[in-house]
């Protein structure tokens, strides 16, 4: 049996709530297995909320912007205490994380590998290369000349940050003449950006559990709208998708892609188009769990919080993965509603059930405080809704979406 003195230790590299590991009573974070050193987020945007009801012994807190004052504490807590792992979820912190291992010899996913799940030029490269998918044609974005290096007579283009997440800092352009005053006003110093083709499509998404360099779980999905197409008042959810020719595809693409990359063990989210012509087209893909409401769609259909998975991954624990997707029953999916737009109204407590709502997260601090949506997963009203087949979760989210705004 483990005890307090031959427990393992572990750096925690938070940049979500601490309450983000606290969800419908269950704490997800292994403290009786292993001895965590967190460094996280300020009071002001959450880092240790609820840290009263599950304390840690060793805490350290930094402002979000101070990526130096991050770098700094996480080398010297590895320097005084003996960690031998690192644990990130959020994909602020992966890249930092994987540095540390990196740098101090640990294990768990390395720095290089993690470039290649971050930087979204060099994801593309290595995805165009190994020829694990069609890549939109692209380029990196560090000067003005750049914007030639694409082909413009196939019509819009998208600019966007190599190192972004949640569709921000993303800019549609109908030509390059528009290119040229949106890039004006961009500093493209530093390779922060890049200009890819706009693909018209359904984004559907995958996501999987690897571990020893295999996938373990996977379950594919389609969003109900675009990510970029966040707005006040707007809506936003996903669906699961679990059988078909185009589930296939997608689980033999996700392989692909992740061998491409890569990656021996850890959580992914993968992005691609489905377009009209029914090809698959290769959006983006993320080295941690996915984020918003898809962990608990994916907990309430198959039994297991994917983001404590990757806890346990990088803790070099055990990681049960509930029943799996060829024996769990009925459907999943949740819609979710931005702020702003109008009163919002929400469901009333006695419809949840009539409606297969099974959970219901209010978002307190949803919004820019002016009426605007920060974004893709700013929510201001989240449900979660189970149905026992495809048809059955389309009518019950239409319902619901009525029935908000009433």
């Known amino acids: 049996m483990t005890t307090a003195a031959t427990k393992p230790t572990a750096l925690f590299i938070n940049n979500h709530p601490y309450s983000h590991f606290s969800r419908g009573g269950d704490y997800i974070l292994p403290t009786s297995e292993i001895d965590l050193h967190m460094v996280t987020r300020n009071q002001y945007h959450g880092g240790v909320s609820g840290l009263a009801d599950h304390p840690l012994d060793h805490v350290a807190v930094c402002d979000a912007e101070e990526e130096e004052r991050w770098r700094a504490v996480c080398e010297w807590t590895l320097r005084t205490h003996p960690i031998s792992r690192v644990i990130a979820v959020h994909e602020r912190a992966v890249l930092l994380a994987a540095e540390m291992r990196s740098k ?76 040229r005053g949106i890039t004006a006003g961009l500093d493209l110093s530093g390779s922060h950006y890049e200009i890819e083709e706009f693909v018209t499509g359904q984004i559907h998404h995958c996501d999987s559990v690897v571990q020893d360099g295999r996938i373990t779980f996977s379950s594919v999905g389609k969003y109900l709208a675009d990510p970029a197409s966040y707005s006040p008042g707007g809506i936003f959810g996903t669906v699961l998708v679990r059988e078909g020719e185009l589930v296939r595809r997608i689980t033999e693409l996700n392989t692909k892609v992740l061998a491409a990359l890569g990656l021996q063990d850890g959580t992914t989210h993968l992005e691609v188009f489905h377009t009209p012509d029914d090809e698959l087209v290769f ?22 919080n994917i983001v404590e998975a990757q806890i346990r991954i990088d803790a070099g624990l055990d990681v049960p993965l509930g029943a799996g997707p060829d024996t769990a029953q009925g459907t999943c999916g949740f819609i ?55 048809s059955s979760l389309t009518h019950r989210i239409a319902r619901i979406q009525n029935e908000y705004w009433r």
């Open 104 to 179: 101090f010899g640990l294990a768990g996913l390395d720095h290089d590998t993690a470039l290649r799940f971050r930087d979204k030029v060099r994801m593309k490269e290595a995805v165009r290369a190994a020829d694990a998918a069609r890549v939109p044609d692209f380029a990196a974005l560090d000067s003005m000349d750049d914007l030639t290096k694409v082909d413009w007579s196939t019509g819009r283009k998208v600019i966007k940050s190599r190192w972004g997440l949640a569709a921000k800092d993303l800019y549609i352009v109908e030509s390059l003449q528009e290119a």
């Open 283 to 304: 959006c983006e893909v993320a080295g941690r769990p996915p984020g918003g409401i898809i962990p608990p769609v994916l907990q309430w259909q198959y039994g297991f």
């Open 336 to 390: 979710a509603f931005y702020p702003g737009g109008g009163e919002a109204r929400g469901i009333d407590a006695g419809r949840m059930d009539e409606l297969g709502v099974v959970e219901h997260i209010r978002h307190g601090s949803a919004g820019n405080g002016r009426g605007g949506v920060r974004h893709s997963t700013d929510f201001l009203d989240s449900y979660v809704i189970k149905a026992p087949d495809d």
